[in-house]
């Protein structure tokens, strides 16, 4: 049960931020963005990133937000989180998200942006050597999800499941 001593951070779409306990962290809107929670028990500290695209590369723009892409925002997460002294080797992640909210008549890969996203963070994450503790991916649906540093909890709200912990 989450405490009412706290503050829930909020995280927007293409964002990040970082909390500490009690305060809880939280983002809206993933459909076929992902949201990924990386944080130290522990030390009760989690920094979330809600990741729309999966490669900054293919952006034609060159103001870029780095918080909107997998390869740039988790990379930017880490290195906050070890600015609070977090070691990395000591992370540990939980995903949600990456749906395919739309049906497509063709097998077009660049549609797949859930799959893509889920993809991308994986990779990221295993370049960072970052674990994988738990992930709600995939599906046709839009999720809601918040996090307490203090029990590692992840909770996700659905439309169509309605609640979840993982």
């Given amino acids: 049960m989450?405490?009412?001593?706290?503050?829930?951070?909020?995280?927007?779409?293409?964002d990040l931020n970082i909390v500490s306990a009690p305060d809880c962290i939280?983002?809206?809107?993933?459909g076929s963005c992902v949201?990924?929670?990386l944080y130290n028990q522990p030390k009760q500290i989690a920094g979330m990133a809600?990741?729309?695209?999966?490669?900054s590369k293919l952006a034609k723009q060159t103001n870029l937000n780095l918080y909107k892409y997998a390869d740039t925002a988790i990379d930017i997460l880490v290195d906050q989180l070890c600015r609070k002294g977090l070691r990395k080797s000591s992370l540990q992640a939980k995903l949600a998200?990456?749906?395919?909210m739309f049906q497509f008549s063709s097998n077009n890969d660049m549609m797949r942006i859930g799959q893509r996203n889920i993809e991308a963070v994986?990779?990221?994450?295993?370049?960072?050597?970052i674990p994988v503790i738990a992930s709600?991916?995939?599906?046709n649906f839009g999720r809601t999800i918040e996090f307490d540093p203090a029990t590692a909890n992840l909770r996700i709200k659905t439309i169509t499941k309605g609640e979840e912990i993982i």
Avoid: F, Y
């Fill in 50 to 55: 809600h990741i729309m695209l999966p490669n």
């Fill in 97 to 100: 998200g990456g749906a395919q």
């Fill in 136 to 139: 709600d991916v995939g599906g």
């Fill in 122 to 129: 994986l990779q990221k994450l295993a370049e960072h050597h």
């Fill in 35 to 37: 949201g990924v929670v």
């Fill in 2 to 14: 989450i405490n009412n001593e706290h503050t829930i951070v909020k995280v927007g779409i293409a």
């Fill in 26 to 30: 939280r983002t809206t809107g993933l």
